[in-house]
């Protein structure tokens, strides 16, 4: 497993990998190469099979985190979080308050419920918002 910062490069990889998600927001692939964003691929044999993009600050914002399906489950997702979250005190993430997958792979790194969020999505879906650290 290969990490390393996001590069114009991985543009189309990027938005292929964000299809994979319920809800992407294709204006963030661009965001999350050209900046203020924080973005970080996964590469496994010359393919990127992952990318997390987040927001530094207080707190810092985690925007994005997608897996390929064929390399769930094998440490990509942990990696590429603690990649773009290093340094925070404070992390959040939304997810659909439905995608138990999701919600379970946050709680295993320390995230907590905060609060349920209505129609957060474009399409009425209601979000969680998780939170680690102080």
Do not use: K
């Not at 490069?9 to 661009?30: F, G, K, M, V, Y």
């Not at 997390?52 to 064929?70: D, F, I, K, M, N």
């Amino acid at each position: 497993m290969r990490l390393r910062e996001a590069e114009r490069r991985d543009a189309a990889a990027i938005r292929s990998l964000q299809t994979q998600l319920s809800h992407p927001s294709p204006a963030l692939s661009e965001a999350a190469i050209d900046g203020p964003f924080t973005c970080r691929v996964a590469v496994e044999a010359g393919r990127q099979v992952g990318y997390a993009v987040a927001l530094s600050g207080r707190p810092t914002v985690l925007s994005e985190l997608v897996v390929a399906a064929g390399h769930r489950r094998e440490g990509y997702g942990r990696a590429l979080l603690a990649a773009v979250t290093r340094d925070a005190d404070r992390v959040e993430a939304n997810t659909p308050a439905g995608n138990d997958a999701a919600i379970g792979f946050y709680v295993a790194q320390g995230f907590a419920v905060d609060e349920r969020v209505e129609a957060f999505y474009a399409d009425g879906t209601d979000a969680l918002r998780l939170v680690r650290g102080e």
